[in-house]
Nanobody, 124 residues
Framework: QEQLVESGGGLVQAGSSLRLSCVAS????????MGWFRQAPGKEREFVAV?????????YYADSVKGRFTISRDNAKNTVDLQMNSLKPEDTAVYYC????????????????WGQGTQVTVSS
């Protein structure tokens, strides 16, 4: 059974950094695009970042996080990380890890697999 489990969330001050990690299990996800989306209280889900399948996967980011967040993956460990720098209060949300054979499905928030989420709270 495929499963994605996120970790690394927490409460930080604006300007700080956090690193989210997602461990995937149940299959080899090297052939899957992997990414992150988030949902803030009272708001719709929002695409954050995605990395293509394979070893040298290309990356894509939402404009709101470009230049501050970096997504990476380790296919040997079946993990995908999200390094978040220069955090802002508007980054406060539950962050979800996602996986899908098609990158597009993560961008449009319709992935085949996703985790339970990890809370990130940024205070001003």
């Amino acid at each position: 059974q495929e499963q994605l489990v996120e970790s690394g969330g927490g409460l930080v001050q604006a300007g700080s950094s956090l690193r989210l990690s997602c461990v995937a299990s149940g299959r080899a996800f090297s052939g899957y695009a992997m990414g992150w989306f988030r949902q803030a209280p009272g708001k719709e889900r929002e695409f954050v970042a995605v990395i293509k399948r394979g070893g040298g996967g290309s990356t894509y980011y939402a404009d709101s996080v470009k230049g501050r967040f970096t997504i990476s993956r380790d296919n040997a460990k079946n993990t995908v990380d999200l390094q978040m720098n220069s955090l802002k209060p508007e980054d406060t949300a539950v962050y979800y890890c996602a996986a899908d054979p098609t990158l597009h499905n993560i961008v449009i928030l319709s992935p085949r697999y996703w985790g339970q989420g990890t809370q990130v709270t940024v205070s001003s």
